[in-house]
């Protein structure tokens, strides 16, 4: 158990290093990251996924609420675009919970895989977003919010990369994209959380110490770690280049991709 805690603690680092480094949810690290020490610990495949997506959304409920308060005391939160999105961040955190319920390990696997090479692609490959001059409405601002709750949670992550963009072409330059898509991360993964942890609940092949699909030692040692260490990616990205860090962070994510899919 010493050497799992110490593991997770040293994952809780990196995550938190990358998320202040390249502006996105530490998910895309922690889930991989969980998976392979759950891999070890000899925790049945059948729920490795599952629960590693679980513990990843439970994290960012912590780092994501450290985030969103660093960016609202900067008033980086546009107020009415986040209250025009939430009620669709919130189903849509409650659906990829549940769709993710019904996927057996090895099609989530797979699915997972894909996204991470979608999202490798985008950071090789994607230009700023361009900025828009007012909000969509209503419908449509739900609509989106149900898309990006939805394959957040479904994937344990914050969502940024979905969010930012749509923020921008709403009329919210970058830094308020990117400090109202922290604001918006926060629900998604506490919804998200709750429901991974209503939809494992009372399975068989879970590892003692998990609450449905929550493993508490690795949400206690990656959230303790985590917060602290994105601060310092915050600095350490002013002395180093971001172009070159982010087609470095792609690659890996290309690799890990294609593992999980082949």
């Keep these: 158990m010493l050497s799992a805690l110490l593991f997770f603690c040293l994952v809780g680092s990196v995550a938190g290093v990358i998320a202040g480094l390249f502006g996105i949810g530490g998910g895309v690290v922690i889930v991989p990251a969980l998976m392979v020490a759950f891999n070890q610990q000899g925790i049945d495949s059948a729920v490795v996924i599952h629960l590693a997506i679980g513990t990843s959304l439970a994290i ?12 609202w005391k900067q008033g980086a939160v ?18 990829g919970g549940v ?59 914050g969502g940024g990369v979905l969010s930012v963009p749509w923020l921008a ?14 604001a918006c991360g926060l629900p998604i993964a506490l919804v998200g959380a ?3 942890m209503m939809t494992g609940y009372g399975q068989a092949a879970l590892p003692s110490y998990s609450t449905g699909y929550l493993y508490w030692p690795a949400f206690a040692g990656i959230a303790l770690f985590s917060v ?35």
Excluded: N
């Design 60 to 71: 960012i409920t912590v780092t994501g609420a450290s985030s969103a308060l660093g960016h």
């Design 78 to 95: 546009v107020v009415e675009l986040l209250k025009r999105m939430l009620p669709g961040l919130m189903l849509g955190a409650v659906l």
């Design 99 to 157: 769709i993710a319920g019904q996927l057996r390990a090895d099609l989530l696997e797979r699915y997972f895989g894909v996204f991470m090479l979608l999202l490798a692609l985008r950071m090789l490959l994607a230009k700023p977003p361009t900025p828009g001059q007012s909000p969509a409405g209503h419908p449509a601002m739900f609509a989106a919010g149900t898309f990006i709750g939805t394959f957040s949670a479904l994937f344990g992550v």
């Design 169 to 182: 072409r709403s009329g919210a330059h970058l830094a308020q994209a990117i400090g109202t898509s922290a």
């Design 194 to 196: 709750v429901t991974f």
């Design 228 to 262: 602290p260490c994105a601060r310092y990616g915050v600095r350490l990205a002013h002395h180093l280049s971001p172009r070159l860090l982010r087609r470095l962070f792609a690659l890996l994510m290309l690799l890990v991709g294609l593992k999980l899919i082949v």
